[in-house]
């Protein structure tokens, strides 16, 4: 089974501050990597598909990256609304899917 | 609108069963892959099944043998059947369209305890 880490698992940030989260597969998964974003006794929404293709309606303040093991999802200028936790997810097998542990983000 | 709406969780003894239903609106489910996936209180995510529009069904292995996926095209629905189920079961269950190799969208969730 492909195995999903995320790095950190938690960070401080303010409003106004670029962040960086990372998201690393076990093995290569080409671009088969989402990304989304849960927030306190919602549903997780998906922000990023396909490592880099935004999902409708998402802001243009997100973004991702990467290919084969290693991926990125970058928030350029952190708003009020996006303090949550984001979580990656493998779909290189629609067999077996892997979340990764998620990052929780909360205001410094 | 693209809309899924859980139902069907509750309170269950260990070694109980439980049946969860996921209706849809605004697409066919037949014609998509569609996914449960859940989350224990404060954990992360964890997939739990998914059916192939062909009717191919596949489970992580911490459910495989225990818990069956199913779907009534004329209904429009989506179904988990839950047996033998232990306390590690509890959590929100979330039924899920994948759609592009991603789950969108997501039902609210139902919570299913298992407890004596």
């Known amino acids: 089974d492909i195995q999903m880490t995320q790095s950190p698992s938690s960070l401080s940030a303010s409003v106004g501050d670029r962040v960086t989260i990372t998201c690393r597969a076990s093995?290569?998964?080409?671009?088969?990597l989402n990304w989304y974003q849960q927030k306190p006794g919602k549903a997780p929404k998906l922000l990023i598909y396909a490592a880099s293709s935004l999902q409708s309606g998402v802001p243009s303040r997100f973004s991702g990256s990467g290919s084969g093991t290693d991926f990125t999802l970058t928030i350029s200028s952190l708003q009020p609304e996006d303090f949550a936790t984001y979580y990656c997810?493998?779909?290189?097998?629609?067999?077996?899917?892997?979340f990764g542990p998620g990052t929780k983000v909360d205001i410094k | 609108e693209v809309q899924l709406v859980e139902s069907g969780g509750g309170l269950v003894q260990p070694g109980g069963s439980l049946r969860l239903t996921c209706a849809a609106s605004g697409f066919t489910v037949g014609s998509y892959y569609m996914s449960w996936v859940r989350q224990a209180p404060g954990k992360g995510l964890e997939w739990v099944s998914i059916?192939?529009?062909?009717?191919?069904?596949y489970y992580a292995d911490s459910v495989k043998g225990r818990f069956i996926i199913s779907r009534d095209n004329s209904k429009n629905t989506l179904y988990l059947q839950m047996n033998s189920l232990r306390t590690e079961d509890t959590a929100v269950y979330y039924c899920?369209?994948?759609?592009?190799?991603?789950?969108?969208?997501w039902g609210q969730g139902i919570l299913v305890t298992v407890s004596s």
């Open positions: 093995q290569t998964i080409s671009t088969y």
């Open positions: 059916i192939h529009s062909g009717g191919t069904t």
């Open positions: 899920a369209r994948l759609t592009f190799r991603a789950f969108d969208p």
């Open positions: 997810q493998q779909s290189y097998s629609t067999s077996s899917f892997t």
